[in-house]
């Protein structure tokens, strides 16, 4: 990998928007996973979407999905961004929580090594307690497998 270091002086501010707001709202105050649900299309966004991806209607409608869920892929991190070696491989799941058509990327937690895991493993979010929550995806530690 080549790389060239230097430092570019720039300030961003990121917004979760309307319905990223509403998501993490429900997960730093009630623990909750939300997302919105399109009649049309009959798909289940978590986290919540303003907007369908498929028909471009407006989703209003909030839905609480369970923290269980099914592992459809993994994968396994070995170097940081700079690309010096991790000290241990981050394991990292795309889960289909129960009741949505989405897939959520998080970390999974207590894997080391792929014959620890299997695709379709059945997973449950770890969510922080609710006085160590600030209102960020990191509310959420990650999936363990159950
Ligand atoms: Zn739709």
Redesign the pocket.
């Known amino acids: 990998m080549r790389t060239w270091r230097g430092e570019i002086p720039i300030r961003s501010l990121y917004t979760a928007g309307v319905a990223g707001q509403s998501f993490l709202e429900a997960l730093k105050e009630r623990g909750k996973l939300v997302g919105t649900r399109?009649d049309?299309?009959r798909?289940v966004y978590v986290p919540s979407r303003l907007f369908?991806e498929?028909?471009f209607?407006e989703l209003t409608e909030e839905v609480e999905v369970k923290p269980e869920g099914r592992l459809a892929s993994f994968t396994f991190c070995s170097v940081e961004r700079d690309g010096s070696p991790l000290r241990r491989p981050l394991a990292l799941a795309l889960v289909q929580l129960d009741g949505a058509t989405t897939f959520f990327l998080h970390r999974l937690l207590d894997v080391t090594e792929p014959s620890q895991v299997r695709i379709g493993a059945r997973v449950k979010a770890v969510i922080k307690p609710k006085a160590k929550r600030k209102g960020s995806i990191l509310d959420i530690e990650g999936f363990r497998l159950i």
């Open positions: 399109c049309a299309c798909q369908c498929r028909c209607a």
